[in-house]
């Protein structure tokens, strides 16, 4: 059975026409508003950003309209799911923030092409950068984003890296093509025992070696270019690298497991795993690297080599490394061959 409709209720006669007739005026300019199909969102710590929608619910959004038609009710956070969230992560993709598989979840990588659109669009420093994704933000997504680059070199494609916004932008000519979140240098001191991979700095043998080195986890800006690149995983003086593009000495971009919000490398250019693997086909030898310190230009640093690395004082266990070892030798185990390598490669 049905609940009762509400009783009428007469309006008094006395009453001023503003009051009688301000539902339907109200009404009429609601319907003005969505029929120009403009709206404009502000938000100081970003550009205003122009919409081409001005629906503010989404039941009024038609099923074939646009990701952009729809508005967020709820601030998005870690490990929650839904059709807002596949569509947070479609907008994000198709502004060329790679936010990783698009399947209603979100997790770490589209964490951190949210972390990119904030640090790139909104101009948010890494200390105000959030986690989540609030109906403010949505609304700055879903409006005009237009990313130029910084630089029109020769080549075909460039790369720009900006260290203070932990973010790199792929360009073809003036065509975007990626935007990634990466961590860079910590620009600090380090000493520790690494593996060098046969063919990386340090190691021109045949087999991975270790060693104790020293360096200084600097990222410097200026100018370069991409001359090498390998496949799979490396080991350098470095650390651990999936699938590197190198453009400066032993420094590459390349894929890391560890993308944190902060800079956190001896040097590279971290960018995440899955961007790591298609990220080698967007560019080709000899195409331009600009790097960003926010101090200089590029072209006031010229290609400047990082800081030299050398090995560790305190290192005495210096041994090569073997593809194969036995745990019970029907003979006397052969003494430790002991090899020392003196690296004047930078890190």
């Not at 060098?196 to 021109?204: A, Q, R, V, Y």
């Not at 651990?240 to 593009?245: A, F, G, L, R």
């Not at 590459?252 to 693997?277: E, L, Q």
């Amino acid at each position: 059975m049905s609940e009762p409709f509400e009783p009428e209720i007469a309006m008094p006669m006395h009453q001023s026409w503003w009051v009688r007739w301000r539902q339907a005026i109200i009404t009429s300019v609601v319907f003005v508003t969505v029929g120009t199909g403009v709206a404009v969102v502000s938000n100081n710590q970003g550009p205003v950003v122009t919409s081409t929608t001005a629906v503010t619910t989404p039941g009024f959004c038609p099923t074939d309209a646009p990701i952009t038609c729809y508005t967020l009710s709820r601030t998005i956070r870690d490990g929650m799911k839904g059709a807002d969230v596949r569509r947070l992560q479609q907008r994000l993709k198709d502004l060329h923030f790679d936010p990783g598989r698009i399947d209603g979840v979100y997790g770490g990588d589209t964490r951190m092409a949210v972390w990119a659109f904030q640090a790139l669009v909104q101009k948010m420093t890494r200390d105000t950068l959030v986690d989540f994704v609030t109906p403010v933000l949505w609304d700055s997504m879903r409006g005009d984003v237009t990313i130029t680059p910084r630089r029109q070199p020769g080549s075909p494609n460039h790369v720009e890296v900006y260290l203070p916004e932990q973010v790199m932008a792929v360009f073809k000519g003036q065509q975007l093509l990626l935007v990634s979140h990466i961590s860079t240098g910590t620009g600090q001191k380090w000493c520790e025992e690494v593996t060098i991979d046969p063919g990386e700095e340090g190691n021109k043998g045949g087999v991975p070696i270790k060693m104790g080195v020293c360096g200084e986890a600097i990222t410097p800006g200026g100018i370069y270019y991409f001359y090498n690149r390998k496949l799979g995983q490396r080991e350098s003086k470095l650390g651990t690298m999936w699938n590197p593009v190198y453009f400066n000495f032993g420094i590459a971009i390349h894929g890391a497991m560890m993308v944190p919000k902060d800079p956190a490398s001896h040097g590279c250019v971290r960018i995440p795993i899955f961007v790591s693997n298609y990220f080698p086909a967007l560019v080709q030898y000899n195409d331009r690297v600009y790097v960003f310190d926010g101090v200089k230009e590029p072209e006031d640093y010229g290609s400047v080599a990082p800081p030299w690395d050398k090995k560790d004082p305190n290192y005495t266990t210096t041994t090569s490394t073997s593809t194969t070892s036995s745990t019970v030798p029907k003979a006397p185990a052969p003494p430790v061959v002991v090899t020392t390598v003196t690296s004047s490669v930078p890190s």
